[in-house]
């Protein structure tokens, strides 16, 4: 009933919102009653998903073109946003990229500039712009990190960078907006099951091998789907007033009983995620 929508006629700014996470948080906040703006770079699948979203409950959706790296491509999605609804409520930083599985011998430091660019500079650069907004309706920010923040992985140390980078972030940023009563708060996905997530699997020389691990480094045996990510970024938005700075972890309790840590006799990475010759 639309007595009940959690986020009835509130302003949410989602990067990212075409596809995977982002696009199941921005079904989730339509559907509870929010006004939702996105952007991808993708233009045929923004649009596309604009279309799907507009009919997924009360609220709407809106598509921005925009590259979260490109500054005059950020103030122009922020601008255009508050042009049409006035306000903005809500910004949920999740555009990201995450590499392929490699050491930090086979990285250049122009690979890890451009990730760093997209992880964080993104996210910087959307924060910056929405705040004057953000202040006004004494909105929160939520940003989307991961689980390697806290815990690692092999194979990942500039995606771990980037995302610790985020979490850091986080924290400091909800030092200084707290004045504002701006709340800024974080989660932390483990193995999500999403577009990329599949292909990548897919692309691996045994993909039930590998899905079969995503499912098992989770203590409920699968992956998170994106909805659920996107049911956690509406509570942070809603009902968590009184929590910022915080992380949510969304896991499935992978950090738990002691993660296998020998995958240098087990082959956990360099055996199952080889690619398909």
């Given at each position: 009933?639309?007595?009940?929508?959690r986020?009835?006629?509130?302003?949410?700014?989602?990067?990212?919102?075409?596809?995977?996470?982002?696009?199941?948080?921005?079904?989730?906040?339509?559907?509870q009653?929010?006004?939702v703006?996105?952007?991808?770079?993708?233009?045929?699948?923004?649009?596309?998903?604009?279309?799907?979203?507009?009919?997924?409950?009360?609220?709407?959706?809106?598509?921005?073109?925009?590259?979260?790296?490109?500054?005059?491509?950020?103030?122009?999605?922020?601008?255009?946003?508050?042009?049409?609804?006035?306000?903005?409520?809500?910004?949920?930083?999740?555009?990201?990229?995450?590499?392929?599985?490699?050491?930090?011998?086979?990285?250049?430091?122009?690979?890890?500039?451009?990730?760093?660019?997209?992880n964080?500079?993104?996210?910087f650069?959307?924060?910056?712009?929405?705040?004057?907004?953000?202040?006004?309706?004494?909105?929160?920010?939520?940003?989307?990190?991961?689980?390697?923040?806290?815990?690692?992985?092999g194979?990942?140390?500039?995606?771990?960078?980037?995302?610790?980078?985020?979490?850091?972030?986080?924290?400091?940023?909800?030092?200084?907006?707290?004045?504002?009563?701006?709340?800024?708060?974080?989660?932390?996905?483990?193995?999500?099951?999403?577009?990329?997530?599949?292909?990548?699997?897919?692309?691996?020389?045994?993909?039930?091998?590998?899905?079969?691990?995503?499912?098992?480094?989770?203590?409920?045996?699968?992956?998170?789907?994106?909805?659920?990510?996107?049911?956690?970024?509406?509570?942070?938005?809603?009902?968590?007033?009184?929590?910022?700075?915080?992380?949510?972890?969304?896991?499935?309790?992978?950090?738990?009983?002691?993660?296998?840590?020998?995958?240098?006799?087990?082959?956990?990475?360099?055996?199952?995620?080889?690619?398909?010759?």
């Amino acid at each position: 009933m639309e007595g009940h929508l959690r986020f009835k006629d509130k302003v949410t700014v989602i990067t990212g919102g075409s596809s995977g996470i982002g696009k199941g948080c921005a079904t989730v906040f339509v559907q509870q009653g929010s006004k939702v703006v996105f952007c991808s770079y993708n233009e045929k699948e923004g649009k596309e998903a604009e279309k799907e979203l507009n009919g997924k409950g009360p609220g709407e959706a809106l598509f921005i073109f925009a590259d979260v790296t490109k500054e005059d491509d950020i103030k122009n999605m922020i601008n255009k946003t508050v042009e049409r609804y006035g306000k903005i409520d809500c910004v949920i930083n999740n555009a990201g990229q995450h590499p392929e599985y490699r050491t930090i011998d086979d990285y250049t430091a122009e690979e890890f500039r451009k990730l760093f660019e997209v992880n964080v500079l993104g996210y910087f650069l959307v924060s910056k712009y929405a705040l004057p907004h953000l202040r006004k309706t004494e909105g929160n920010i939520i940003n989307n990190s991961s689980m390697t923040a806290h815990t690692a992985a092999g194979w990942s140390s500039m995606y771990c960078a980037t995302k610790g980078a985020v979490s850091a972030m986080t924290r400091a940023l909800a030092i200084d907006e707290a004045k504002y009563n701006v709340r800024v708060n974080s989660f932390s996905g483990g193995n999500i099951d999403t577009p990329l997530s599949n292909q990548f699997i897919n692309s691996t020389a045994n993909p039930e091998e590998t899905g079969q691990i995503f499912s098992n480094i989770s203590l409920l045996g699968r992956r998170c789907t994106a909805a659920e990510c996107g049911m956690t970024c509406l509570y942070l938005a809603s009902d968590a007033t009184f929590s910022t700075g915080i992380d949510i972890h969304v896991s499935g309790g992978a950090e738990l009983n002691y993660a296998c840590k020998n995958i240098k006799t087990k082959g956990f990475w360099p055996n199952s995620f080889l690619k398909k010759k």
